[in-house]
């Protein structure tokens, strides 16, 4: 016998190692179990033919081995057809069915004269002769497989994701090879060949081998690991067969069952460890739908919070404004009472009012939508006229409101003097509301190559572990003695997103519950902005 004859037998132990492992790989995948039923098909058809050449010389021999090649045949374009209804994930299952009937019909034609009959010998083996019946199936074979080609190639085309798209090219490849492979058909119609056509089964076996370990189109370490545990428990075996005499047969037997047992518990071990890693991977993605799912929330909360706020501001406005008005006795003279009513409407769609500019800066800046116009301005300006705006406040409630500035000269500062404004606002309103007596002191230093503004006050203080979560959205500390505050818990989360707007920084210094707080914004001299 010649490496012709052989070459059958090689393509169908390729072709049967292939489609064991990838089945044991995942036998409850059905594209697992598709591929297997075609690689099973197409072991008979290259292990028949290494059969028939061997028996070229007894006729009746030859004819059976033919017809054992076409039970693997004649199911190869339904399993062909079935694997790319999977893969593509086509809702084709009627067809499916449809093709494996067709394959029933032509499986019982082959127990009768009018599918093949008679031999064909040549020069590199023998064939049986076609018939009418095997005509009819070549056909239906060519439709199959081209509607299996198409199905892939479409797959390819519109798929968007690129592994998907080399899964389907690598697939198309290997059942191209195949179809080539049909070849072998030709000498049922007397006409000579050279079996090359059987390489096609190692050529396509290949390609998917690459497949699967550069894309993983099923999984590579399971396969890998099986067909290495294989080739040992084969090698084995053949060392059994081959033994010499009863005592080494022994001996090969029993390391025979200690490697099958070995090569059963490292299959295991892997499949194991594979699918904690799928798992993991099914998390991660969930994961990942969720967390996007999130900022979807997030930006839809945040849209919402910016229309609700420009809607609110303007009524607002006119309240304060008309609020203002009554009580300057633009519409003439009013009650006490009146005054008083009309006082607590004014200051209370004040607070309304800063409570929603508070909401609309949050918005901005996490849709980064936030604008700010640098220009240079003297800062103690600035803190000087913040300061004298709340004089009134502080002596309403009895507190001394002093600033002082450092004699030493501080430069203009580059800056949004209305942001930075904004910050001083909210230091110094916030040391108002929660200082029930002594004094506030708002200093301006320049320390280096910074200006520091402090807001030192004598009020109810922070603890130390509350002192960074004052800074975050929506956080207030609660206590009995800021019951009657009122606040978003926005005003401090904007004003340190201003100062790093401009490069600078806030932050808060206390001794604790009590004790007084330091409320200190940092501002580069030179700002780069």
């Given at each position: 016998m010649d490496i012709i004859s052989f070459l059958p037998l090689i393509s169908a132990i390729f072709v049967f190692l292939i489609g064991i492992a990838i089945l044991l790989a995942n036998y409850r995948s059905s594209i697992n179990l598709t591929f297997f039923l075609f690689s099973l098909a197409v072991f008979l058809w290259f292990l028949g033919t290494f059969f028939l050449f061997q028996n070229c010389g007894d006729k009746a021999a030859a004819i059976f081995w033919d017809k054992f090649i076409y039970f693997g045949v004649i199911f190869i374009p339904a399993t062909l057809f079935h694997f790319s209804v999977i893969f593509t994930k086509n809702h084709k299952q009627k067809y499916v069915i449809l093709n494996y009937l067709i394959s029933f019909i032509f499986l019982g034609f082959l127990f009768t004269?009018?599918?093949?009959?008679?031999?064909?010998?040549?020069?590199?083996?023998?064939?049986?002769?076609?018939?009418?019946?095997h005509n009819l199936f070549l056909i239906y074979f060519g439709i199959v497989l081209l509607m299996s080609h198409l199905s892939i190639y479409k797959s390819y085309k519109k798929s968007k994701d690129l592994n998907l798209k080399k899964e389907a090219r690598l697939i198309f490849?290997?059942?191209?090879?195949?179809?080539?492979?049909?070849?072998a058909f030709l000498p049922a119609y007397k006409i000579t060949i050279?079996?090359?056509?059987?390489?096609?089964?190692?050529?396509?076996?290949?390609?998917?081998?690459?497949?699967?370990?550069k894309y993983q189109l099923f999984n590579v370490k399971v396969i890998a690991t099986e067909l290495l545990i294989f080739i040992i428990w084969l090698a084995s075996l053949v060392k059994i067969l081959l033994a010499k005499n009863s005592t080494e047969r022994i001996f090969e037997g029993s390391l025979f069952i200690f490697v099958i047992i070995f090569g059963i518990l490292i299959i295991r071990s892997v499949l194991n460890e594979v699918k904690r890693k799928e798992e993991m991977e099914k998390l991660s993605r969930k994961l990942a739908a969720a967390n996007a799912r999130l900022k979807e929330l997030d930006k839809l909360k945040s849209d919402f919070v910016s229309i609700a706020s420009h809607q609110l501001r303007s009524p607002l406005t006119v309240i304060k404004g008309?609020?203002?008005?009554?009580?300057e006795g633009s519409f003439g003279?009013?009650?006490?009472?009146?005054?008083?009513?009309?006082?607590?409407?004014?200051?209370?769609?004040?607070?309304?009012?800063?409570?929603?500019?508070?909401?609309?800066?949050?918005s901005r800046i996490e849709r980064g939508k936030m604008e700010y116009n640098f220009e240079k301005a003297d800062i103690f300006e600035i803190v000087s006229s913040v300061v004298e705006e709340f004089q009134l406040a502080a002596k309403k409630k009895g507190l001394i409101l002093e600033l002082e500035k450092e004699i030493i000269q501080i430069p203009p500062l580059k800056l949004d003097a209305n942001k930075i404004r904004q910050i001083i606002l909210n230091f110094i309103d916030n040391a108002i509301k929660y200082t029930p007596?002594?004094?506030?002191?708002?200093?301006?230093?320049?320390?280096g190559e910074r200006v520091e503004i402090k807001v030192k006050d004598t009020g109810l203080g922070i603890d130390k572990k509350d002192q960074e979560k004052i800074f975050d959205q929506f956080m207030r500390i609660n206590g009995k003695d800021t019951a009657g505050s009122i606040g978003a818990g926005l005003g401090l989360y904007v004003a340190r997103q201003i100062a790093r707007a401009h490069g600078g920084e806030v932050f808060v210094e206390s001794e604790g519950q009590g004790r007084g707080s330091t409320f200190i914004l940092k501002l580069p001299i030179e700002n780069k902005k």
């Open positions: 004269p009018y599918f093949v009959n008679d031999l064909f010998i040549y020069e590199y083996g023998c064939h049986t002769v076609a018939n009418f019946g490849v290997a059942f191209l090879a195949l179809t080539i492979g049909s070849l050279f079996p090359s056509p059987y390489l096609a089964g190692i050529i396509s076996v290949i390609v998917l081998a690459y497949g699967i370990g008309y609020g203002s008005m009554i009580l003279e009013i009650s006490k009472d009146v005054k008083n009513a009309v006082d607590k409407i004014y200051q209370s769609s004040e607070r309304l009012i800063s409570f929603v500019n508070d909401l609309l800066d949050a007596r002594g004094n506030i002191n708002v200093n301006v230093l320049k320390i």
